[in-house]
C-alpha cells in the first residue's frame, strides 16, 4: 500500500512496486491555494473585524442600547462564527478536495463508494434526485399565482402559495392514485 503524507511526499521505505500511481493529497495547483487563501483571508479579516466593531459600538454606547440594535448585534455576532467556523473549513474543503461544493447529509454517515457510478453514496442520492427542482419550477410555472409587483413580501406570499399548492398536490395524488 502506498501512503502519502499531507504535503504529497511518500515517507520513505513507504512506497510498494506494486502500486506505481501517486495521488497528491492537494488538488489545486499552488497558485490557485494562494489565490483561494489570499480571498478567504480578506473575506475573514473584513467579516470579523467589521462585526466584531458594530458588537463594540453597540455595547459600549449607551444611546446604542435599543432593541433593533441588540438585534443587529446578535446578527453580527451570528456572523462572526460564520466567518470563524465555515470560511475556514471551506478553504480546506476546496483545497484537498478541489471542487466548490460540499454536500451535507443525515442519511450518510461514511463515504462509501457505489458501485454503480463510482461516486460517494451521497454524490448518486443527489445526482438521482436533483431534477426534483426542475420538476418544481415547470410546475410552479404552469400554475402560477405570482403578479407583477416590486413589493418583495407580496412576490414572496405568493411563491410560498405555488409551492404549498403543488405540495397539496403530491401529497393528493400518492394518497389518491
Known amino acids: 500500500m502506498n501512503t502519502t503524507s499531507l504535503w504529497g511526499k511518500a515517507p520513505s521505505g513507504a512506497s510498494n512496486k506494486s502500486e506505481e500511481q501517486y495521488y497528491s493529497t492537494l488538488k489545486l495547483p499552488t497558485h490557485m491555494i494562494a489565490l483561494y487563501g489570499t480571498a478567504y483571508g480578506l473575506i475573514f479579516l473584513i467579516g470579523v473585524v467589521g462585526n466584531v466593531m458594530v458588537v463594540l459600538v453597540v455595547i459600549i454606547t449607551p444611546r446604542m442600547h435599543s432593541v433593533t440594535n441588540l438585534f443587529i448585534s446578535n446578527l453580527a455576532l451570528a456572523d462572526i462564527l460564520v466567518a470563524v467556523f465555515c470560511i475556514p473549513m ?7 478536495t478541489g471542487k466548490a461544493v460540499l454536500l451535507l447529509s443525515s442519511m450518510y454517515h461514511y463515504g462509501s463508494i457505489d458501485e454503480e457510478t463510482g461516486k460517494t453514496e451521497i454524490n448518486a442520492f443527489y445526482n438521482k434526485t436533483e431534477g426534483g427542482d426542475d420538476s418544481l ?26 409551492v404549498a399548492a403543488i405540495a397539496a398536490y403530491i401529497c393528493f395524488t400518492a394518497q389518491n392514485p
Open 137 to 162: 419550477d415547470q410546475m410552479v410555472h404552469a400554475y402560477m399565482s405570482k403578479r407583477q409587483t416590486v413589493r418583495w413580501p407580496l412576490t414572496f406570499f405568493c411563491n410560498l402559495l405555488d
Open 90 to 96: 471551506t478553504l480546506l474543503d476546496n483545497i484537498f
